[in-house]
Each structure stands twice: as C-alpha cells, then as structure tokens.
C-alpha cells in the first residue's frame, strides 16, 4: 500500500523529531555550529538540520549517520517495557501501546535520509579526504539509498518493528 | 543571544567581522566566519521548550514503564522456559514456571493454555479443570501452538472421565467398584461407546482389586490398542506388572509414561522401586531422588525415597524422611510399608 511520505511521517512524527534532535546532538558533541533546526514540517523533506560543514570529513559522516543510532537505541529503550506484553503476553495496555507506537515511530526514522547522504557524499569527494573514510563512507551512502528505496516498501517500518519487538524477544530468548 | 545569521543567504566568505553580530575577533580556520561567542552559541544552539517538554513527557511515560520491566521480563523467562520444558517433555518444570507466570501475568492467555496443558500431563487434573474454565469462551485459533496443544489434550482429556450419560449410573456404584458387574462392562459400552477408554480402565481397576490380573491386562491392552498413550492405563500396567513380578516388563511400562512425560513421577517412583529389586541402588536413588524432588508432596514418592536411602545405607537421610512423613497422616500411612520393609516385617524381594 503506498502512503505518501508525508502522511507517515506525520503519523509517526516523534521519529521525525528525534532524527532532527540526533542530527543537532551529533553537531553539538562534534562543536560544529547550527544555524537552523527544523524538528518538523508537514513537508518535504519532514525536518532538518541545518549545519555548519565541518573541516574534518568525518565528522560530517558521523553528524548525518547519528540518528541511526539514536534512534534505534531510543526506540529500543522506549518499546522495551511494552513489546513483552505484546510480543511475549498479548496482553498489552493502554500506555504499553502508547509507548511501542513510540518505539516503533523512533526507530523507524532511524535511517539517514537522502539529504544526509548527499552530505556525506559531497563531503568525502573533498581533497584531503582520508581513504579509510573513503572506504566507510561509500557503503554507507549506498545503504543509505538503498533503505530509500526500500521504504516504499516499508522497509523503514518493518525495521521498526523488527528492533522494538525483536530485541526483548531476543534477549529473552539468549537468557532463557 | 539570539541568530541574526542567515547561513542560507551568506557564504562563507570571511570579512573580519562576524556575520551573525559583526564584532571582530572572528576564529579563523572555519568555514564561517564566528566570533567565539557566536561559534559556542550556534554550537548549542538551542532546544525549543516544546522539544524539551516532548523528551521529558516520554522519558516519565518510560520511567514508569520501566518499573514494570524487571517483572515483565522475569514472567517472560518463566514463559519462554516452561515452553522448552514443554518441548523437552518435562511437564512439572514448565507447570511450575507456568504458574509463576500466570500469577504475574494474568492476562497472558498462552500461558493459561500450556499450563493447561502441562496440568493434563503431570495429572493434575484439577489445575487443568481450572484453566479450563477460565479459558472458556475464549478463541481458538489454528496457528496458535497453545492453541493447538490445548485442544489436543482436551480431546484427551475425555478419556480420563466419565461422559455426563454415563456419571448416574457410575454413582451407583462409587462406593464399591470391585462389585461391579463384569457382566455390564459390554452393555455399558454398548450404550456408551464414547466413554470407551474410561469404562475399560474402571472395569481393569474393579479386575486388579479382585485379583483378576490376567482379565485385567487384556483390558488393559485393549485401551492401549486404541490409545497408547492413556497414562492411567500405562499407570495401571506398571502397577499389574510389580503385582505379577514382571519387573522388566514394568520397566518397560515405566519408560513408556517417561516417554510421554520424562517428569513423570508416576512412572519415576514405581521404576527407582523396581530398580531397587533388581539390585541397582544407586540408578534407584537417583531415580527416587529425582521423582521426591518433582513432587514434594507425593507420599509414595517419599516413601520409595526412604527404601531408596535404606539399600543404598543412607540411615541418617532415611530415618529423617521416615520423622518427616509422621506430621503428615497419608505420608505416614505409605511410609509404613518402608518402615515395614526396614524392619524386615515386609519382604521387598518377594
């Protein structure tokens, strides 16, 4: 089913948010100014940051990649309580559910988006850039547009849902 | 201080100045031209109020959330453990782990079903009537596996009791099954063939108690013919087996329930007894341990734990089980006959 981007993004607009809030907190553990921040927008694209290039090239790698880490943890975090009464019980209540759809929406906007992988890419075709960052940054660029095309599959969704409610069911399982 | 800079419309460009307030004292080495104060400001640039109120909203949702956690994450351990055990066959653990979990989950309705069925399997059938009666209602679902499990050992289950039909005639006769009439076990099962496994086991029971063991074993083997499984009939060939001192085919009986139910204490028990006949103490008391174990409780249990620690010179051990069993009446009553054997009242090699 296609929904367009804009719809699920705004239905899941506290992933939206928290991308944008990952992307700054890189910036600001990294000391690279930002000028602009956008949490959310009912557009396109849904948020954005706007940053300062920094001189190190890896840092831009880490300031667009951030989210995706932030994120997962986050979603994982937040949908932990919740997925063992839904994935393990079935008996879920009202703020379990309240919080895997919040799990869920966080770590579904985990990935970086196209913009962000523009950033990379212009970023590590400058001078000077390291080759060991070269060959971190390629794949990841490639992912990136990759997870991109998946999401009109839903691949950002069903990543979601496969953290939140993947990582309690697995944790239960390697300590059973 | 608040952003005059538009880095959308600026450059970078370096002027001297800085382009967000002018000052001089501009950082060199960066793209844009900061001064110190402006570069740490945007630095950390501000998180608005909302995005803070928002953050701190989900963290106190999460923080209650994660009270419950530990607990949710134990009863989900129990419940992924009792389905192993129940994988492994070993019916008492996961009845065990089951129960925790229904207590602190009680909503979880896959745990009520393999506990459920976990009851069936270790005979206890009035944990199982229990869930079942919660269960009721509720809706079964093909692809569920305690679904499927469950509705596997109701049908089962109807092999172990009387149907509603044939109960007021049973009545009849509660008092005095070994008066029963072997004349009426063909018409009763004419009328109700349903209830075939359960008039065949009742009229083995009435056979044994009147010492018809050879009777009793054909009937026996006709409830196996149609169900090998029937663990009351296992049960009673094991206990027709001891009787006619058939101890390997007893054993062979033992291992059938224990094939079915590796917990299965009604079959541990009788086997580490056998075992001891046969002069194997140490397979016994291991055996014997491991059924007292499983079933505190259970006076034939702790009684063959006694004759175990008995043969195997263990008095310090015995004699406290033996002290143990007197506080309880049915514990003491089957204590007498290890108590008798010790004495040498009893032979336990006949």
Same mark, same amino acid.
């Given at each position: 089913?296609?929904?367009?981007?804009?719809?699920?993004?705004?239905?899941?607009?506290?992933? +939206? =948010?928290?991308?944008? #809030? @990952?992307?700054?907190?890189?910036?600001?553990?990294?000391?690279?100014?930002?000028?602009?921040?956008?949490?959310? %927008?009912?557009?396109?694209?849904?948020?954005?940051?706007?940053?300062?290039?920094?001189?190190?090239?890896?840092?831009?790698?880490?300031?667009? *990649?951030?989210?995706?880490?932030?994120?997962?943890?986050?979603?994982?975090?937040?949908?932990?309580? $919740?997925?063992?009464?839904?994935?393990?019980?079935?008996?879920?209540?009202?703020?379990?559910?309240?919080?895997?759809?919040?799990?869920?929406?966080?770590?579904?906007?985990?990935?970086?988006?196209?913009?962000?992988?523009?950033?990379?890419?212009?970023?590590?075709?400058?001078?000077?850039?390291?080759?060991?960052?070269?060959?971190?940054?390629?794949?990841?660029?490639?992912?990136?547009?990759?997870?991109?095309?998946?999401?009109?599959?839903?691949?950002? $969704?069903?990543?979601?849902?496969? +953290?939140?409610?993947?990582?309690?069911?697995?944790? +239960?399982?390697?300590?059973? | 201080?608040?952003?005059?800079?538009?880095?959308?419309?600026?450059?970078?460009?370096?002027?001297?100045?800085?382009?967000?307030?002018?000052?001089?004292?501009?950082?060199?080495?960066?793209?844009?031209?900061?001064?110190?104060?402006?570069?740490?400001?945007?630095?950390?640039?501000?998180?608005?109020?909302?995005?803070?109120?928002?953050? @701190?909203? +989900?963290?106190?949702?999460?923080?209650?959330?994660?009270?419950?956690?530990?607990?949710?994450?134990?009863?989900?351990?129990?419940?992924?453990?009792?389905?192993?055990?129940? %994988?492994?066959?070993?019916?008492?653990?996961?009845?065990?782990? #089951?129960?925790?979990?229904?207590?602190?989950?009680?909503?979880?309705?896959?745990?009520?079903?393999?506990?459920?069925?976990?009851?069936?399997?270790?005979?206890?059938?009035?944990?199982?009537?229990?869930?079942?009666?919660?269960?009721?209602?509720?809706?079964?679902?093909?692809?569920?596996?305690?679904?499927?499990?469950?509705?596997?050992?109701?049908?089962?289950?109807?092999?172990?009791?009387?149907?509603?039909?044939?109960?007021?005639?049973?009545?009849?006769?509660?008092?005095?099954?070994?008066?029963?009439?072997?004349?009426?076990?063909?018409?009763?099962?004419?009328?109700?063939?349903?209830?075939?496994?359960?008039?065949?086991?009742?009229?083995?029971?009435?056979? *044994?108690?009147?010492?018809?063991?050879?009777?009793?074993?054909?009937?026996?083997?006709?409830?196996?013919?149609?169900?090998?499984?029937?663990?009351?009939?296992?049960?009673?060939? =094991?206990?027709?087996?001891?009787? #006619?001192? %058939?101890?390997?085919?007893?054993?062979?009986?033992?291992?059938?329930?224990?094939? *079915?139910?590796?917990?299965?204490?009604?079959?541990?028990?009788?086997? @580490?007894?056998?075992?001891?006949?046969?002069?194997?103490?140490?397979?016994?008391?291991?055996?014997?341990?491991?059924?007292?174990?499983?079933?505190?409780?259970?006076?034939?249990?702790?009684?063959?734990? $006694?004759?175990?620690?008995?043969?195997?010179?263990?008095?310090?051990?015995?004699?406290?089980? *033996?002290?143990?069993?007197?506080?309880?009446?049915?514990?003491?009553?089957?204590?007498?006959?290890?108590?008798?054997?010790?004495?040498?009242?009893?032979?336990?090699?006949?």
């Amino acid at each position: 089913m296609f929904i367009p981007g804009m719809y699920v993004s705004m239905i899941t607009f506290p992933g +939206v =948010v928290v991308h944008e #809030l @990952a992307h700054q907190l890189f910036c600001r553990w990294l000391k690279v100014p930002v000028f602009k921040v956008v949490y959310y %927008q009912f557009d396109n694209p849904a948020g954005y940051v706007l940053h300062e290039r920094p001189k190190q090239q890896w840092k831009s790698l880490f300031i667009s *990649i951030g989210p995706f880490f932030i994120n997962t943890l986050l979603g994982i975090l937040i949908a932990l309580p $919740a997925a063992l009464p839904i994935a393990s019980f079935s008996n879920p209540g009202f703020i379990d559910i309240v919080l895997l759809y919040l799990g869920v929406s966080i770590a579904m906007h985990a990935f970086p988006s196209r913009g962000d992988a523009e950033v990379i890419w212009s970023s590590i075709r400058e001078e000077g850039t390291p080759m060991w960052l070269k060959i971190l940054a390629y794949p990841v660029v490639g992912l990136i547009h990759l997870v991109a095309i998946g999401s009109f599959f839903w691949l950002d $969704a069903i990543y979601g849902v496969a +953290v939140t409610i993947g990582f309690p069911k697995l944790l +239960v399982a390697l300590c059973s | 201080m608040q952003p005059i800079f538009n880095p959308d419309s600026t450059g970078n460009g370096h002027t001297g100045t800085c382009v967000n307030c002018g000052c001089e004292g501009v950082i060199p080495g960066y793209r844009h031209a900061l001064c110190g104060d402006c570069r740490s400001y945007f630095v950390r640039f501000p998180i608005p109020r909302w995005v803070q109120l928002f953050g @701190a909203a +989900v963290l106190l949702l999460l923080a209650l959330a994660l009270t419950q956690f530990p607990k949710r994450f134990s009863a989900a351990l129990s419940l992924q453990r009792a389905k192993q055990a129940i %994988q492994q066959k070993k019916y008492v653990t996961a009845q065990r782990r #089951l129960q925790d979990v229904v207590a602190d989950q009680p909503g979880c309705l896959d745990a009520k079903k393999y506990l459920a069925v976990a009851a069936f399997y270790n005979f206890d059938f009035a944990e199982l009537d229990r869930m079942d009666s919660i269960l009721a209602g509720t809706d079964i679902e093909e692809t569920n596996a305690a679904d499927n499990e469950l509705d596997y050992v109701l049908r089962r289950y109807k092999d172990y009791y009387p149907s509603d039909s044939l109960r007021p005639k049973l009545d009849a006769y509660k008092d005095s099954a070994e008066t029963l009439q072997l004349s009426l076990y063909n018409t009763w099962l004419q009328q109700y063939p349903d209830d075939f496994a359960y008039i065949t086991t009742l009229y083995a029971s009435a056979c *044994i108690s009147l010492d018809k063991y050879a009777m009793a074993d054909s009937l026996l083997n006709t409830a196996l013919h149609r169900n090998g499984n029937h663990m009351r009939v296992l049960r009673y060939k =094991v206990y027709l087996k001891q009787q #006619l001192h %058939q101890s390997d085919s007893a054993l062979y009986f033992c291992d059938r329930i224990l094939a *079915i139910n590796k917990e299965a204490t009604i079959a541990l028990a009788p086997k @580490a007894r056998i075992l001891l006949r046969q002069g194997k103490k140490k397979d016994a008391l291991q055996l014997a341990e491991e059924s007292y174990s499983l079933s505190q409780g259970d006076a034939y249990s702790m009684a063959t734990l $006694a004759l175990a620690y008995h043969f195997n010179k263990k008095f310090g051990e015995r004699d406290r089980l *033996i002290q143990q069993a007197s506080h309880d009446s049915v514990q003491a009553s089957y204590m007498e006959y290890a108590r008798d054997v010790i004495s040498g009242k009893e032979n336990f090699n006949p």
